[in-house]
């Protein structure tokens, strides 16, 4: 597509239930990142993903956040037993490399009650 | 590893003033960096970015940002703001390679008053 999908665009979830979050990139996009952006505060990196190596997973806050990536396509975050300290909008952005910049997705927000 | 310290969270301004808002990084390596301006209930979009070569980097809707290298720093400008520039700025970096995340600042509050 023209840019950085995600899906869904709000979710409200009760605490304790997981959920799943997913970003298409724009096409032929070999790195893929999640921010975390809680309100009124800024970008939380939490993963990145480029082409074939191993997922940088340095800002994952606890082992309750995972994500995947298939090759060069879709990206799903799963957060297991949402807590409400995890409410905040999740970026996806995808890029061909940082000379040629970073598209970013609109977010999901995620509220826990 | 890189990081980006944006010094000021709230800059208040009256419409048609100049204002400054600034960045600095700390990175051991060469690094990009970029300028985002979020508007309220939107996306991220690329104001400006450094990539190489002229320090002085123009961008969309009359902003610029100039980069330092002996003071590690990328603080953007605009010589006259308007009350639609009332937003969230973030700078970011990012190693100069093809790999390497991008990072970035707390941001900073833009409120342009009449």
């Known amino acids: 597509g023209a840019g950085v999908s995600q899906s869904p665009s709000n979710k409200v979830t009760e605490k304790g239930k997981d959920v799943e979050l997913r970003c298409d990139p724009i096409?032929?996009?070999?790195?893929l990142y999640w921010y975390r952006q809680r309100l009124g505060q800024g970008l939380e990196f939490l993963i990145y993903?480029?082409?074939?190596?191993?997922?940088?997973k340095s800002g994952l806050p606890s082992d309750r956040f995972s994500a995947e990536r298939t090759g060069e396509s879709v990206s799903t975050l799963t957060i297991q037993r949402t807590q409400q300290e995890d409410s905040a909008v999740y970026l996806c952005?995808?890029?061909?490399?940082?000379?040629?910049?970073?598209?970013f997705g609109s977010g999901t927000r995620l509220t826990v009650v | 590893a890189q990081s980006v310290t944006q010094l000021d969270s709230q800059v208040p301004v009256f419409e048609e003033a100049p204002v400054e808002l600034r960045c600095n990084y700390s990175?051991?390596?060469?690094?990009?960096l970029f300028w985002y301006v979020q508007y309220p209930n939107q996306g991220l979009q690329l104001l400006l970015k450094?990539?190489?070569?002229?320090?002085l980097v123009k961008g969309i809707n009359g902003f610029e940002a100039e980069f330092n290298k002996s003071q590690t720093s990328f603080h953007l400008r605009k010589p006259s703001v308007h009350i639609s520039d009332t937003a969230e700025y973030f700078c970011?970096?990012?190693?100069?390679?093809?790999?390497?995340?991008?990072?970035f600042g707390q941001g900073t509050t833009l409120q342009v008053k009449p």
């Open positions: 952005a995808s890029s061909l490399g940082g000379r040629r910049g970073y598209t």
């Open positions: 096409s032929g996009h070999t790195a």
């Open positions: 993903f480029q082409g074939n190596s191993a997922p940088d």
């Open positions: 990175s051991s390596v060469s690094v990009y």
């Open positions: 450094y990539l190489s070569g002229s320090t």
């Open positions: 970011a970096v990012s190693p100069s390679s093809n790999t390497g995340k991008l990072i």
